[in-house]
């Protein structure tokens, strides 16, 4: 029968037999809140004094200390999906490989030494097959994604690929052929009908016509071997070449897939990692 409260404010509890006095005692729900102080604190910028409010947060270490045992993880991703998002970071020393749904929902996750074959078929593995991949263009992901999904689209992210072509010519070209070629790459932003992606595949083989002839260009090195006298520019026209020629340009054209990949971009990380773990607990 009830017996008061607890001065903290919980039911207390009187046995009519033997009259011991007790609260009744949740451990789920402590260590319900325990694990979201857990995650607060692991995703958050607040130390763990200021989450426990003591001076040292020894009193939150000793209550979450079973939370680093935790190995969240997420249910089998069994629908099957327009577009599939894929992207790579590192953390310390590690890479996190992830896949999120074009809806925004992290479907999978593969910890790995690097983005190897290996490492994307795992991924991929995971979950169902679906009409278009959009990547960043990282090492393996091609050959991953025939062994895998044989019968998906390929689409390179558009932003990636201009950060690249900036890398390799700088975001100022000091050449024409540089400056023609960063501005054509750039342009990809206004490309969003077939029409367009034709004219601008036109205005490629312009330039190529006017600037092809550099990227061929020798020149005699200090050490005494030859080597290619605009050898950032003939990278970059490479890269843009072998996307065009792979057919993973104006995917999202044809399809509506996204063009991009930054929709997966930190937030989601941390999203993941929250509802993964909560379910966990």
Known sequence: MKNGRHRSGTQRWRCPSCGASSVRRRPDVTRREQLRQFVTWLVGKHTQAE???????????????????????????????HAILVDGIWISGWCLLIAQSDTGHVLAWQWSGGESVAAWKAL???????????????TGIPTALGMCWPETKHQRCLFHLQMRVSRHLTMNPRTDAGRALRGLVMKLSSVHDEDAAIVWQIQLDEWWRAFGHLTKERTLLRNGQFGFTHD??????????????????????TYGNPRTTSPLEGVSIVRSVRSSAATAG
């Open 51 to 81: 989450i426990d409010g003591t001076a040292s947060g020894r009193t939150f270490r000793r209550h979450t200390m079973w939370c680093w045992d935790i190995e969240p993880r997420l249910a089998p991703a069994t629908t099957i999906h």
């Open 124 to 138: 991929l593995t995971q979950v169902a097959a679906p009409g278009v991949l959009v990547s960043d263009g990282g």
């Open 232 to 253: 950032r520019l003939r990278k970059a026209w490479l890269l843009v070449r072998g996307v065009v020629r792979n057919n993973t340009l104006f995917t999202y054209v």
